[in-house]
């Protein structure tokens, strides 16, 4: 059975993070937080969808200790490190095993977010729907909804080139490439990692699609979504490195209604 590279992934994700200025997750975290203490929420409880290694979900709590935390992912690799990481940082949190498409938390929450390009990780359409369903039915009424995603018009440079990441005990290759018509792009990584006093290789490839703002927007739409605001974001200065996202937050409606039977939608 070939290995799922997110549970490779999971083993060095936290050093490879350690490489960049800051981590991603808390690079955008102010980004994400102006737009959940600036409008309604009907509760203080919040899932971080494909959470990772829980390093949103441990900023959140530093500064709102005082919110129901869950979170969501599909790989059991990626869980593992995020519940010793958690409980290392002394933060509670539900975490569940979940693709995005079967999302399905013990209660409904107040907002849903999903950090870091997640979502370009689902390279069908029909996955982007079921996914935008699933999440609207594990939201409180009216709850918000934020996620980023690579910018459109930036993804082919985004996905070009090759560059290295070095941390303590740590050497990251990754070599981008993008399909012609700009629709997929993909990441071929390959990771040295020293284990006591040697070092182990993984190669895995991860890749993504270019989600169209026209897609997005009707994806949302069936799923019984309002969009409130659409912006371009730099997580990092222009000085540190280029990540240009498009952060997106949306209100499920209040006379929202579950359209898993759509004709548009097999």
């Known amino acids: 059975m070939k290995a799922d590279p997110y549970d490779i992934f999971a083993r060095v994700y936290d050093a490879w993070q350690a490489g960049y200025p800051k981590p991603f997750s808390r690079a955008i975290l102010p ?18 969808l494909a959470c990772g290694t829980g390093t949103f979900i441990e900023a959140w709590a530093n500064r709102h200790d005082d919110w129901l935390l869950f979170g ?14 958690l409980k290392r940082a002394s933060v509670s949190a539900r975490l569940v095993c979940q693709p995005l498409q079967e999302l399905c938390l013990p209660r409904p929450v107040g907002a849903a977010v999903c950090v870091f390009d997640s979502l370009n990780h689902l390279t069908r359409l029909r996955d982007l729907r079921r996914s935008f369903r699933a999440i609207a039915r594990s939201l409180l009424p009216e709850g918000l909804f934020i996620f980023d995603i690579n910018d459109e018009r930036a993804f082919p440079r985004i996905f070009s080139g090759s560059w290295t990441v070095e941390s303590a005990g740590l050497f990251v290759s990754i070599v981008a490439s993008c399909r012609e018509d700009g629709v997929r792009g993909s990441l071929r990584y390959t990771v040295f990692e020293r284990r006591r006093r040697t070092w182990s290789r993984s190669d ?4 993504e699609r270019n989600w169209l703002r026209g897609e997005v927007e009707e994806a949302l739409g069936l799923a019984g979504f309002s969009i409130i605001r659409v912006r371009r974001i730099q997580p990092y200065s222009h000085s540190e490195i280029e990540a240009p996202r498009t952060l997106w937050t949306c209100r499920l409606r209040h006379d929202r209604q579950d359209r898993t039977s759509n004709p548009l939608d097999p």
């Open 204 to 207: 895995f490839s991860i890749v």
């Open 31 to 48: 980004f994400y937080e102006q737009e959940l203490i600036r409008r309604v929420v009907p509760e203080h409880s919040l899932v971080d």
């Open 72 to 85: 969501a992912d599909q790989s059991k690799g990626m869980l593992r490190v995020a519940r010793k990481n």
